[in-house]
């Protein structure tokens, strides 16, 4: 897979990719956002990959940073599943041959529908056939919809076609039912619809050490203050092999003003401070809250520990 970003500002998101003014060949391709590749993501781009051995076309997946919401309206975009290089990751195992970046800020929002398809999608990227699917809109202010795609592919020669939604157990699965699960606490279930349990991977940055005076030392992980997660305990795996205990929100009982993700690997030495570490969550231990004493917290840690091994043990 080739991520680039395609050059359409001297702006860039900090990922370390190439930038492009073009793609040299023909491609099928699917735009979205992306976020937290799920099965129903999955989905399309099974379909996406057929047509494109068909047609004899490179796949490509055309996605934003950052997330057009964040830009737009950031109060109604709560959370945020997976980051720029989460995506690269995620999508690295999906086998396609281009992930196309667009760097999303105002004065791309303000792009019309109609340039998008020609200028975007055909001239820069060699558009032989889109995949949309069932929500798709774009353009300024959300003009564009499915009949202006097939009047405009119709006139340059590309195919579009409407993808219906992937249901699982009764529900159109997209990143909205995922972050709900996750931000209620429903581990299991987001699995059922993400297809793999739940995981980020972060910088572990200094913290302020008040674990390692309670006896705990814990990583302090960078930019996890707007996770898809409920607020508590968690039994996670760190780097898919350390049995781990999380907590994630504001610490009440040390009057916390900023959410934090915060694992402990019991009996272990190493400093990981500077490194990049996969925390993969597992399981919702109990929820945070608030102790009268210190020593209260830390009888609670030492339980949540054992509840964090024990779920580790059954996984085998």
Known sequence: MKPFFLKLSEKRCPIKVETLESVPEGTALIVGNFDGIHIGHKYLIRKLKKKAKEKNLKTMVVTFCPHPLKVLAPKLFPCELSTAEEKIELLEQEDIDYLCFIRFDRDFSRMGAKEFLEEVLYRRLKCKYLLVGYDWRFGYKREGEIELAREVGEKLGFEVELATPFRKNGHIVSSTLVRRLLSEGRLEEAEEFIGRRYWIKRKVVRGDGRGSKLGFPTANLKDTEN?????????????????????????????????????????????????????????????????????????????????????ASSLG
Do not use: M, W
């Not at 968690?234 to 900023?258: C, H, I, Q, S, W």
């Not at 990981?272 to 830390?298: M, Y």
């Open 227 to 311: 996770l898809c997660l409920k607020e508590g305990v968690y039994a996670v795996r760190v780097n898919d092999k350390l049995p781990a205990v999380a907590n994630y929100g504001y610490r009440p009982t040390f009057e916390g003003r900023k959410k934090v993700l915060e694992v402990h690997i019991p009996d272990f030495s190493q400093n990981l401070r500077g490194e990049t570490i996969k925390v993969e969550f597992v399981k919702f231990l109990r929820e945070e809250r608030k102790f009268s004493s210190v020593e209260e917290l830390k009888k609670q840690i030492e339980r949540d520990i054992q509840s964090a091994l024990a779920v």
